[in-house]
């Protein structure tokens, strides 16, 4: 399956009619006005939909894109999702909860039993060598709820690190959540790489 198929299924699930945009329909979002475009993320962001890029899925490229805007800090991330309330949790690696029971300075079974086992996949940052992965379950275990905060900030998973980007198992494109203002930052920008690096590029509604 290609990007742009990939791509086409995740926006197909958006109801356009329903967001009152149904005058969208066949247009190639990386064309649409400022109005069009940001009516469009709110609808996706509401729905939980993800759109995905067709950009290298590099350490490089993702923590440039990241740094692009602010995270609001809203602590949304680190709690169950309303819109998708099977979903495990977030799925991080035993060395990076081997750090977090360094930082906070508990036996790692400590942090281990907070877990449950997850599954492998090829990370993209080149981590194969690591070994395998824990679901840590939402509400993160880690929040900080007297500060509002991440209470493992300086040692919290790369996947937080990242966040609102998500790995697809793909090296060729990522996708980006839309339930956050920072997410909705980021697909614009991504988009703007997107058709720098391909100007006749169409994601077609
Ligand atoms: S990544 Fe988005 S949802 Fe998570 S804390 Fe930042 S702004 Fe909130
Ligand atoms: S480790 Fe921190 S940033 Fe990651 S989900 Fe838990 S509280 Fe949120």
New binding site residues.
Partial sequence: MTTRDYESEEIFKLDLEKYGVSHLEGKNILTLNEHDMDTLLEALGNDDISLTVSLPCTPDVMFELVSTSECRRCGK??QPNPLNPASPG?EVFKEELTEIARFLQVPYGIIEQKTVPGKFVPHPFGWTGLSSTRW?PLP?P??DHEQNS????SV??VV?RIHPIIFIGDNSSFSIKLNCDYGKDLIKTAYTWVKKNDPDCEILL
């Fill in positions: 991330c680190c977030i840590l993160c880690f929040y991440c209470g493992v900030h919290r998973p937080c």
